[in-house]
């Protein structure tokens, strides 16, 4: 087993080379990428497209889904209204169309969007009057935003060129025929959602009636919504209000998510569940998954369409308390990164499990410019597919004290099921546009030959119910084309032929909704169901009956929300740089180790550790610790009993042998021969600490210092890259136990000579207080297990530290201890500081 071969010290990754009896891939183009094996890669993906939607055609439509085992269409459960599971996402509305249109249009087929847009506009005025009760959120992010996708793609991607390509002039021809009637029918059912919004808390309930509103769905349906639900439409209906001139959409969803925002806790982190009745948060638990993933996801998204600074602070704030709180790995040592759910006002690790929903994490980590640690939070979820074949809903990361000989892969999965899910594609090819790095098309043809091998049906594709024993799920859910499949599809347009890579889309800010859908603002863009009056060119008379009902509804006090109300949107202070206290050194500067992360988009950290002459070659193989995750989750990591055993059957990705053959035939650096292995598994053992109140942590000063000192001035033992922590107060920190004869994060045996050197006179079990120039007192304070112990520290609230960093501290009043008591804080005679008896590698105190 690979985790085996890591514990023995060393794994070569040569071997595979001899490893010629393995199945090969399902096609002749053995990982070769080529222009032709791509070509093949984006056909066979568009028929998968094809099977799935001929499938809902022929046995679904006009239903909301078709069972892909059975071959049945598939809509709400009016026997019971209390199966939420199956009826939040479907109101008898055609959904698999609404969620879709976009996607026709990126799979370029012109006769399916040309008979949806005719099935659409003969049934717009009655196709949302429906006695179904569904959830907001989720007919939102697929039914509305698919709507508003589609009317911006009929209307701002071809119209006003004189030349496009060929292949999107008959695109070009449904755009002019084009009248606006998908944005009547967004503002139709927007109308239909948005009295969830209008309560007296300003907390939407989670759902309606479609036909007959809010008082038609029984209270106890009422009383639980998540933080996602209650954010997320902020973005579809923002845009709907903006595209349409009536602004109660955007009020309503604004009203509510800067009160949740402010409703957050002394850490910055908002809870997961809330009841909109009763006006409270219902758990004090968090993480970036079920039930919050898309309300960060759109405060990045938000900002980036509607260039909002507000909402860019917000995920600013939310990253920073999440690194500090939640962060597990990401460091310079390790390979992978998690973010397991904590506490919202304590940060304490509150689950041992994650969930499939937060593998969107890296794609949003891509779009926001941190690329290195989104390939390490991807790293997970990529192992996850290499044991399971799928992601399981909840996977338990970690077993509290349970013998690992006990454990089995059934006690790895909290819930069991994998409805085809497109979080892991979609951060892949987030990836692979940012790094362009071939592992990530390999990734994306290991879920290819998965849909045609393992989840293709008769009718569609059909999840997995079970991930323990392999049973199946009798569902296709809309986001399996509308996400899952497109985001496979996009992935392999490595040349930019999707027009959503092309210039003709080269001019607008978009992104994609949390549902796949591309979405942007034209601030100037002048619909083909407006025209133009002779009076100014600005002003606009709008022709249709349905913007005459918007002016009268503008004019009525009684449906919307006063406008003069909008300064509550944004009733918060953007964060300003603070006047700490530095040491008094010429050119010695500091900088925040969270802010200018966001300045600029990091770039591809993969080139920074390969040489530019090598023509085959794959980032993955430079990472000193790719297979790290492998050792470290073993006792999570186990294939169930119906899967292969072995990682060498093409199961484990970056083990293929016929990719590995192919990106690993370079050296490193230039002039070194062909040698590549994972570093030891480290044998030291890390915990945290928190000191002080940890509900003032964000008081608390950290930055990051860097010195640049005139020619011929004197040299300070201050480097770039050091920390300054003014006081030991409110910190939550990551440390290090580091004891002779182990093996450290950094690949390096501790040393008799590092542990005497650090600990000084404070080696043989006595440690000194000093402060500068005074002679070192002595006090007790060590057990006998720590004799020879001493501390590094990791991590500090949040911020990495650097290998060969110091963080810096001023001088404190040392805390002596009573006789019989251990000391707590202490300085040594070197200025390092001692905390529990134990001296800290890298805390120093900085006398001026």
């Known amino acids: 087993m690979l985790f085996y071969l890591l514990r023995r010290g060393t794994f070569i990754f040569a071997f595979l080379i001899f490893v010629h009896q393995i199945t090969a891939s399902d096609t002749n183009y053995n990982s070769s990428f080529t222009p032709d094996h791509i070509r093949y890669l984006q056909n066979e993906t ?4 094809v099977h799935a939607w001929s499938s809902y055609m022929e046995y679904g439509f006009p239903a909301d889904e078709v069972r892909p085992i059975t071959c049945e269409p598939y809509g709400p459960d009016y026997e019971d209204i209390n199966n939420t599971v199956r009826n939040d996402a479907m109101g008898n509305i055609s959904s698999t169309v609404l969620d879709n249109l976009d996607t026709l249009v990126i799979m370029e087929q012109w006769d399916q969007l040309e008979s949806m847009l005719s099935y659409l506009k003969n049934n717009q005025q009655d196709l949302f009057e429906q006695d179904t009760i569904v959830q907001v959120f989720e007919l ?57 919004y209008k309560t007296s808390t300003n907390i939407p309930v989670p759902r309606v009636n479609l036909a007959k509103g809010v008082r038609d769905v029984p209270p106890p349906l009422q009383r639980d919504a998540c933080t996602s639900g209650a954010t997320t439409p902020v973005l579809e209906f923002t845009l709907l209000s903006r595209l349409t001139g009536d602004p109660q959409f955007e009020s309503y969803t604004q009203l509510t998510f800067w009160k949740l925002w ?20 219902k758990d004090t638990l968090t993480g970036i998954g079920a039930s919050i993933d898309s309300f960060y996801e759109y405060a990045a998204k ?47 690790l509150q689950t041992d499990w994650i969930d499939s929903l937060g593998a969107f994490w890296a794609g949003l980590q891509v779009l926001t410019g941190q690329v290195t640690e989104a390939i390490k939070t991807h790293m997970i979820y990529l192992k996850l597919w290499n044991y399971f074949e799928s992601i399981p809903e909840r996977w ?30 979609e951060s892949t090819y987030y990836l692979y546009r940012a790094t362009k790095d071939p592992m990530y098309l390999q990734i994306g043809e290991r879920v290819l030959n998965l849909f045609k091998n393992k989840f293709k049906t008769t009718c569609g594709f059909n999840g997995i119910q079970d991930v323990r024993t392999g049973e199946l799920q009798n569902r296709m859910e809309t986001f399996v084309m509308g996400e899952t499949l497109k985001y496979l599809y996009l992935l392999f347009d490595t040349k930019d032929e999707v027009f959503l890579h092309s210039n003709l889309m080269s001019n607008k800010n978009w992104v994609f909704s949390t549902e ?38 503008m004019n009525s006090e009684e449906s919307l929300i006063s406008t003069n109300d909008s300064s509550y949107f944004r009733n918060i202070t953007l964060p300003q740089a603070a006047d700490f206290q530095i040491p008094a050194v010429k050119n010695l500067q500091k900088r925040d180790p969270f802010v200018n992360r966001f300045e600029v988009c990091e770039t591809n950290p993969f080139n920074k550790n390969l040489n530019s002459v090598a023509f085959l070659k794959s980032g993955f193989y430079s990472m000193d610790y790719l297979f790290s995750a492998d050792y470290s989750y073993r006792n999570s990591l186990i294939k169930p009993d119906y899967l292969s055993e072995t990682s060498l059957d093409n199961s484990y990705v970056e083990l293929t042998p016929s990719f590995f053959d192919k990106f690993t035939m370079y050296a490193k650096n230039e002039g070194q021969e062909f040698f590549l292995q994972c570093p030891r598994p480290h044998t030291t053992e890390r915990y945290e600490l928190f000191m002080g109140d940890i509900s003032q942590i964000n008081q608390i000063e950290v930055s990051e210092l860097y010195y640049n000192p005139p020619a011929n001035s004197e040299e300070l033992i201050i480097m770039d890259g050091d920390l300054w922590v003014p006081e030991l107060n409110s910190l939550r920190i990551q440390f290090e136990k580091l004891r002779a004869g182990l093996v450290d994060t950094r690949n390096v045996v501790i040393s008799h000579e590092f542990i005497e050197t650090t600990r000084q006179d404070d080696y043989n079990g006595k440690h000194a207080i000093s402060k500068k120039n005074e002679k070192p007192s002595k006090s007790k304070g060590h057990t006998e297990k720590d004799i020879g112990l001493v501390l590094r520290i990791a991590k500090i609230n949040g911020v990495q530290v650097k290998p060969n960093s110091i963080i810096w501290t001023l001088p404190f009043e040392p805390h002596i201890p009573s006789p019989g008591q251990q000391s707590v804080i202490d300085i040594a005679s070197d200025g390092r500081v001692i905390i529990s008896g134990n001296v800290v590698e890298n805390l120093m105190v900085w006398y001026d």
């Open 46 to 49: 568009q028929a998968l497209f």
């Open 516 to 553: 796949a859908h591309p979405l942007w603002f034209n601030k100037h863009i002048s619909p083909s169901y407006r025209e133009k009056s002779n009076k100014s060119d600005e002003v606009y008379q709008l022709k249709r009956p349905f913007f005459q009902k918007i002016m009268s509804l």
């Open 262 to 281: 402010t409703s957050k806790s002394t850490l910055n982190l908002l809870p997961m569940t809330l009841d909109p009745i009763a006006n409270t948060w």
């Open 302 to 348: 938000a900002s980036i369409i509607f260039d909002d600074k507000y909402m860019w602070s917000v995920f600013k704030t939310s990253y920073k308390a999440l690194l500090t709180h939640s962060a597990q790995g990401g460091g310079p040592f390790e390979g992978s990164m998690i973010f397991p759910n904590v506490g919202t006002n304590d940060g304490a």
């Open 140 to 196: 939102s992010i697929r039914s509305l935003g698919g709507l508003l996708s589609a009317h911006l793609l009929l209307t701002d991607i071809t119209n006003n060129r004189k030349v496009i390509p060929p292949k999107y002039i008959r695109l070009q021809e449904i755009s002019k025929k084009y009248d606006g009637f998908l944005l009547e029918m967004a503002y139709d059912l927007g109308l239909r959602l948005i009295p969830a």
């Open 396 to 425: 338990v990361y970690v077993h509290f004290n349970k013998p690992s000989k006990a454990i089995t892969s059934n006690d790895s999965i909290a819930l069991e099921w994998y409805p085809l899910r497109p979080e892991f594609i």
